[in-house]
C-alpha cells in the first residue's frame, strides 16, 4: 500500500490527550490519527455545501486541462 508521510504540530496539551486517547483504545499515535481523518473524510463527503464546492473546483480544473490541451 502507498503512503504518503506528514508532520503535524500540535500543542502540549492536544499531543497528551493524543496519546492518552492512543493508550486507551490500545493502538498507535498513528492510528487514531488515521482513524481521525477517515472520519472528517466521510463527515465531509456527506455535506452537500462541500460537495458543491468540490465539483466547482473539479469543472475549473476540467477548463483549464482541456485549454491546456488545446
Do not use: W
Not at 503512503?3 to 500540535?10: A, P, Y
Not at 493502538?27 to 455545501?49: C, H, L, M, N, W
Not at 460537495?51 to 486541462?65: F, H
Amino acid at each position: 500500500m502507498d503512503q504518503e508521510t506528514f508532520t503535524v504540530r500540535l500543542d502540549v496539551d492536544q499531543a497528551s490527550d493524543l496519546g492518552a486517547v492512543a493508550t486507551a483504545d490500545r493502538v498507535s499515535v498513528a492510528e487514531v490519527i488515521r482513524r481521525a481523518v477517515a472520519d472528517r473524510i466521510v463527515v465531509r463527503r456527506k455535506d452537500p455545501a462541500f460537495r458543491a464546492r468540490i465539483r466547482s473546483i473539479v469543472e475549473q480544473n476540467q477548463r483549464v486541462l482541456e485549454r491546456l490541451a488545446e
